[in-house]
């Protein structure tokens, strides 16, 4: 099996430790050591810390983004697509709980390290899902709703558990990122948003995608 490039070994370092202690908490020896290397052979990649960050926080939003775009065009209409960007998300998130973690630190303060305008990234297919989801209602294939609102009950659902999972942890008395936690949160999510958009409520968890 080949050996991975260092610098995505040092990528996947600094996501977690960045994730974990912020950035103020993290240093370049802490990063280096992880890998087993020096800082000058980190510096030989990424030139600061500032550096490393940025590319850390645009390899995990263009993750994301990607992933959701791709769900986008997924086949079919109504549900059946709207499923596929809910489960392509909660996939996603639950794979890397690193990039929740640090996705809540920018959003929290608004991508002001990054130098970037956050919103103004990912606002764009926040726009283009909302008009799909009132295009959706408009053909009758979801009741009547706030598409805005949905939406936005859809992103924290899915940051919030993952985030928070520690903490739920002992809600549930189990382990929230565990295999048979993460089946039950899926299946709850896909019956509630189903119960909250499709106006048929005859419909069963194993024809949601039909």
């Known amino acids: 099996m080949a050996q991975r490039p260092m610098r995505d070994v040092i990528l996947d370092e600094a996501t977690e430790l960045f994730s974990r202690f912020g950035y103020e908490g993290t240093s370049l020896n802490d990063i280096a050591a992880g890998v087993g290397i020096k800082r000058p052979s980190l510096l030989h990649h990424f030139p600061s810390k500032d550096a490393l960050y ?5 390899k995990m939003l263009s993750d994301w983004l990607e992933r959701v775009e791709s769900a986008m065009k997924s086949p ?3 549900w059946q697509r709207f499923s596929a960007v809910l489960e392509s998300g909660f996939d996603l998130f639950c794979e890397n709980p690193s990039y929740v973690r640090l996705m809540r630190r920018e959003a929290i303060e608004g991508g002001e390290r990054l130098g970037i305008d956050l919103v103004g990234v990912v606002a764009p ?4 899902a ?4 009132e295009e959706e209602i408009v053909a009758g294939h979801f009741r009547k709703i706030d598409a805005r609102q949905v939406l936005v009950t859809a992103y924290a659902s899915l940051l919030g558990y993952v985030s928070d ?3 739920i942890n002992g809600l549930l008395v189990d382990d929230a990122l565990a295999p048979e936690a993460l ?7 896909l019956d509630m948003f189903h119960r909250t958009l499709v106006a048929d409520q005859d419909l069963t968890l194993t024809s949601l995608g039909a």
Request: proline share 4%; glycine share 12%; aromatic share 20%.
């Open 54 to 58: 940025g590319e850390v926080f645009e």
């Open 125 to 128: 297919f926040f726009e283009a």
């Open 130 to 133: 909302v008009n799909w989801l």
């Open 165 to 167: 999972a520690p903490f």
């Open 76 to 78: 079919g209409r109504g």
């Open 183 to 189: 089946l039950a949160r899926r299946e709850h999510l």
